[in-house]
């Protein structure tokens, strides 16, 4: 099963560009040069700007303790330890394991739709 997190963060007008630099920077070469990674998407919110989420996959938690080792991580700590973010809207982090087998898969265009389902535990 992959190790995934799911983040939801609100950056300010003014640090849009360098978001958009930096969190793309470290999306390519995490793809390019990690073997643990499997996914890492970005997207914008449809209803608020400057609102983006992420979603990423790597094969066991390994594979993301390695990701947070590498060199393009620490260019995104950097970006981060500017306190880019809306005040008030600080990220939100999640981590889960995904119910689905952990492979690779090429990015293809698709609307997302990001929801918190609380399943009662009588039901799960």
């Known amino acids: ?8 963060l609100a950056v300010r ?7 958009l630099v ?6 390519d070469s995490t793809l390019k040069n990690e073997p643990k990674a499997l996914q890492f998407v970005i997207g ?3 209803t608020e700007a400057n609102h983006f ?8 938690e390994d594979g993301f303790k390695a990701h947070m080792a590498s060199p393009h991580f620490a260019v995104w700590q950097a970006f981060v330890d500017t306190k ?3 005040e008030g809207h600080e990220p939100v982090v999640d981590f889960y394991f ?10 293809v265009p698709a609307f997302c739709l990001n929801v918190d389902v609380c ?6």
């Open 119 to 124: 399943v009662k535990p009588e039901n799960r």
């Open 84 to 86: 880019p973010w809306v």
């Open 22 to 27: 930096t969190i793309k920077h470290d999306q």
């Open 98 to 107: 995904g119910e689905h087998e952990a492979v690779k898969t090429e990015a």
């Open 53 to 60: 989420f992420l979603h990423e996959e790597y094969i066991g």
């Open 1 to 8: 099963r992959p190790y995934c997190i799911n983040i939801r």
């Open 44 to 46: 914008e919110s449809t």
């Open 13 to 19: 007008p003014e640090q849009r560009e360098a978001f």
